[in-house]
């Protein structure tokens, strides 16, 4: 049964309306308790700062969002990409952010060696594990739809991502964020979520709008699109998840110019309808 009390705001969902403080006190207001905090959002306001009203509003950080694109070729670009995810990790632990998620980088046109490049990131993954370690901080593969995979992740499914933690074999601090928008094609989901069972650590829930005009920012509220988030839910909660419902909604078209208090009371609505 679906658990109110579960429901978490990403804060891209209202990225244009709202600074970090405003989104923290505009989710207290409507009675809300959880947060994704969207790392540009963070830098605005101070890290410092944002872990002091995160504690004062009493939010749970459900993650924070993101940091990767390490599939560079050049062995020097990549390792400055690496370096920016250690302060990440950092960050997520100064906010004591249940995960950071984690975005691979696409393939490089220097290179256009898919295969290589995932093996590169997958490697790249592998040398953040000790800092992730030390920052008490999980690290959530996110797998991102495949026709993105040129320019954002060459993770493109969860089979992927299971693949990269059984060949990184670091449980402790490696999971996998499942989102709807991203995997809802893939025919082998089910299964997929299966074997990541615990592996499991962050649940994005988002639809995927029929007449969709941009692979990334034009994401649905649920219940405005195709996807049975309902039935991804009850495969992730089989699965052994227990944690979050977040709702992340990249929306040029819509939500991201409305009203932020209307955006908030549509999630809300439609949680209790759609998920």
């Not at 649920?222 to 909660?237: K, Q």
Request: net charge negative; with cysteine.
């Amino acid at each position: 049964m679906l658990d109110e009390k579960l429901l978490s705001i990403n804060q891209v969902t209202v990225l244009r309306q709202w600074s970090l403080p405003e989104t923290i006190e505009g989710l207290a207001r409507h009675g809300l308790s959880a947060i994704s905090v969207w790392r540009e959002k963070l830098h605005e306001t101070g890290v410092d700062e944002a872990a002091r009203m995160l504690d004062d509003h009493a939010m749970t950080v459900t993650g924070l969002c993101f940091a990767g694109m390490i599939t560079s070729p050049d062995a020097a670009e990549a390792e400055k990409a690496r370096d920016d995810v250690r302060r990440a990790l950092d960050e997520a632990a100064a906010i004591k952010a249940g995960c950071l998620v984690f975005v691979a980088g696409g393939v490089d046109p220097r290179d256009k060696d898919l295969a290589s490049t995932r093996a590169r990131a997958r490697d790249g993954v592998a040398a953040l594990v000790p800092h992730a370690r030390a920052a008490g901080v999980r690290i959530a593969l996110e797998p991102l739809h495949p026709m993105i995979c040129a320019n954002r992740s060459v993770i493109s499914s969860v089979g992927i991502a299971n693949d990269w933690c059984d060949a990184i074999d670091a449980e402790d601090v490696l999971g996998i964020a499942v989102d709807t928008y991203a995997v809802w094609w893939d025919p082998h989901l089910e299964a997929e979520i299966g074997r990541a069972g615990k592996r499991i650590c962050a649940f994005h829930i988002n639809d995927w709008l029929a007449d969709t005009r941009d692979l990334r920012l034009d994401r649905g509220m649920m219940g405005d699109g195709v996807i049975d988030i309902p039935r991804i839910r009850r495969w992730v909660e089989a699965a052994g998840y227990r944690g979050f419902n977040e709702v992340e909604i990249f929306s040029e078209r819509n939500w991201w110019k409305r009203d932020p208090v209307e955006v908030v009371d549509t999630c809300i609505e439609r949680y209790r309808n759609f998920v």
